[in-house]
């Protein structure tokens, strides 16, 4: 069985840092894109930043420049560097994770963590 496991979350004054991570566990081959979801309440979860197996990123206008996304496919691990963090980056982190293969098995769809909060204080 296939888990996200996050880590990394927490309150940061404004224009300060946090480094997020997710790990993926579950007999695990490969994992085509892993990335970082956002949600506030009464919103749509939204991309933060996502990163494919060969390294392509694809990142929110709202994080550019300011978020880096990277992974690790030995570990199948991803993780998200936010600098310069703005209150309005206050939500639910959620980690996604989408055509994961086994040795004799796929699941083309998506997979979730449980999510980490990241508050941002003014």
């Known amino acids: 069985q296939v888990q996200l496991v996050e880590s990394g979350g927490g309150l940061v004054q404004a224009g300060g840092s946090l480094r997020l991570s997710c790990a993926a566990s579950g007999s695990i081959f490969s994992i085509n894109t892993m990335g970082w979801y956002r949600q506030t309440p009464g919103k749509q979860r939204e991309l933060a930043a996502i990163?494919?197996?060969?390294?392509?990123?694809n990142y929110a206008d709202s994080v550019k420049g300011r978020f880096t996304v990277s992974r690790d496919n030995a570990k199948n691990t991803v993780y998200l560097q936010m600098n310069s963090l703005k209150p309005e980056d206050t939500a639910v982190y959620y980690c996604?994770?989408?055509?994961?293969?086994?040795?004799?098995?796929?699941?083309?769809?998506?997979?979730w963590g449980q999510g980490t909060q990241v508050t941002v204080s003014s």
């Open positions: 990163i494919s197996s060969g390294g392509r990123t």
């Open positions: 996604n994770a989408a055509g994961i293969r086994g040795s004799s098995w796929y699941i083309p769809g998506d997979y």
